[in-house]
């Protein structure tokens, strides 16, 4: 059988999109230049043989801001490693509702090619820290988090409508919330939330969602990779949906990540695991990757594995530390190793 392999979304934008940002465009402009990168991305996907494409997220100003890219970055503040940080929006006033719905970026990248197309979305949890920690006038946390959960559910259900083959929550504040909290209550509520929005959806529809953790990835940098994946991904578990995309490539101790997935995940759990680094200049060879797949497969049976990479390229969309051709390549070297791991594993 011939293991499933699954981009997690962005590619690194073109020079000229990345220099169109802030310059003063007319939105003509700016829509003109996001749909030639899309056209790109698209045909450079095609020819990299990848069973499961995406738009490569090239319209998105970043993961988790596309519903608000209206609204200042001025609120919390997430430290990377390296010294820099990002911040997310502050919400002046409710009610609140997403400006954008991730389905018409779907909708655009369906309409250049006829291979399955996933499409990210941003999870509630990510969204529910614009909220003010001093509150809003006559706009309560709870009427907020009941608007936040309408919209997480409709940006979700329009995907699945547009005709997604997956839709992904990106969750990498699961593993910051370890690292901010390492009792696990801000974990454990973030994953109350985002099960809220999933409960709206059939045990079918679940098959199809699916989440994506990592150790976070700004210009090259993390914000919680000294968290052991052993200690979120039980918790991780119990999210109401049937696939998984874990890093695993650039964690230190593979099989300690691999042993957890093995005790928590579910028999109807889909899991993908990191076979490429997002961020090194390093291009893996389609050996290393089988390797690492066949390690995989000694913990999670190969009808229920699959590979990604271990993030996506460019989660922001200023990221230039990886170039498109590197990205481009190690999506090649994760389909042709997934390919060479099915036919050892007797595909
Ligand atoms: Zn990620």
């Not at 992904?168 to 696990?184: C, T």
């Not at 099989?255 to 200049?281: I, M, N, Q």
């Amino acid at each position: 059988m011939a293991i499933a392999t699954e981009p997690i979304g962005s590619i690194p934008r073109p020079t000229a999109l990345r220099w169109a940002v802030g310059r003063g465009l007319s939105d003509e402009d700016v829509a003109a230049l996001c749909a030639d990168a899309v056209r790109d991305t698209i045909e450079r996907f095609e020819a990299t043989g990848s069973p499961v494409i995406t738009d490569g997220e090239q319209s998105k100003p970043s993961h988790a801001t596309y519903p608000v890219a209206g609204l200042p970055l001025d609120g919390l503040t997430v430290p990377y490693a390296d010294g820099h940080s990002r911040r997310y929006p502050t919400l002046a006033a409710g009610p609140f509702r997403y400006e954008r719905f991730a389905a018409t970026y779907l909708a655009d990248a369906r309409a250049r090619t006829h291979l399955p197309v996933k499409q990210a979305v941003v999870a509630a949890s990510a969204l529910s820290l614009i909220y003010p920690e001093d509150g809003i006038a006559d706009y309560s946390r709870e009427e907020f988090l009941a608007d936040l959960v309408d919209e997480a559910a409709a940006d979700i259900k329009r995907c699945l409508a547009f005709g997604a083959d997956s839709v992904q929550l990106d969750f990498s504040e699961a593993r910051l919330a370890l690292a901010l909290d390492p009792s696990k209550g801000m974990l454990k509520s973030f994953i109350e939330l985002n099960n809220e929005v999933l409960d709206r959806f059939s045990e079918t529809d679940r098959g199809r969602l699916g989440v994506h953790v990592c150790a976070g990835n700004s210009l090259g940098s993390t914000h919680s990779a000294e968290v052991d994946p052993a200690e979120f991904l039980p918790e991780l578990f119990n999210l109401g949906v049937g696939r998984f995309y874990l890093q695993l490539a650039r964690e230190p101790d593979a099989r300690r990540v691999l042993a957890a997935v093995k005790e928590s995940a579910r028999p109807h759990h889909r899991v993908f695991v990191g076979v490429t680094t997002p961020f090194s200049a390093t291009v893996e060879s389609p050996g290393l990757v089988r390797d690492r797949v066949l390690l995989a497969a000694e913990y999670v049976d190969p009808a229920r594995l699959g590979t990604t990479d271990d993030c996506g390229f460019a989660p922001y969309a200023d990221d230039t530390t990886t170039s498109r051709d590197v990205a481009f390549a190690k999506i090649r070297a994760r389909v042709e190793g997934t390919h060479m791991a099915s036919e050892v594993l007797g595909a």
